[in-house]
């Protein structure tokens, strides 16, 4: 199934600028400061944008999601390594898309 940018991110999209917009109250816990374009964190709005797709995925009933390209949450994991805090933790997020090798564009639903 497709999913429309409204109902996966909040998304508008102006056509005469030619911008795709995600409200920044679509995006739970995203502050301005964070969403500021020049001195924001581009990394914290790439993060609630991925958690933003897999809660509106996650919601829809399983034969509504779109099954050439999906997006799955496992639990978070406790990170290790150099510089990383004690007790920090590390979620991912995996997404995957089905290409057309002539254009590497998302395969259709239909």
């Known amino acids: 199934m497709q999913i429309s940018p409204a109902n996966l991110l909040g998304a508008t999209f102006d056509a005469t600028a030619q911008e795709i ?6 995006l739970d ?15 914290e709005v790439l993060r609630q944008i991925n958690e933003k797709a897999s809660v509106s995925i996650t919601a829809l009933a399983p034969a509504a999601r779109p099954t ?25 997020y995996n997404l995957t898309f089905d ?12």
Do not use: D, H
């Open 29 to 43: 816990g995203l502050t301005a400061a964070e969403a500021n374009a020049t001195t924001g964190n581009g990394m």
């Open 99 to 110: 290409l057309q090798p002539t254009g590497l564009e998302l395969a259709s639903e239909a």
């Open 68 to 92: 050439k390209a999906t997006i799955s949450k496992p639990n978070p994991s406790v990170a290790s390594g150099a510089n990383v805090a004690p007790g920090t933790l590390r979620q991912a």
């Open 21 to 26: 917009r995600i409200p920044l109250s679509a």
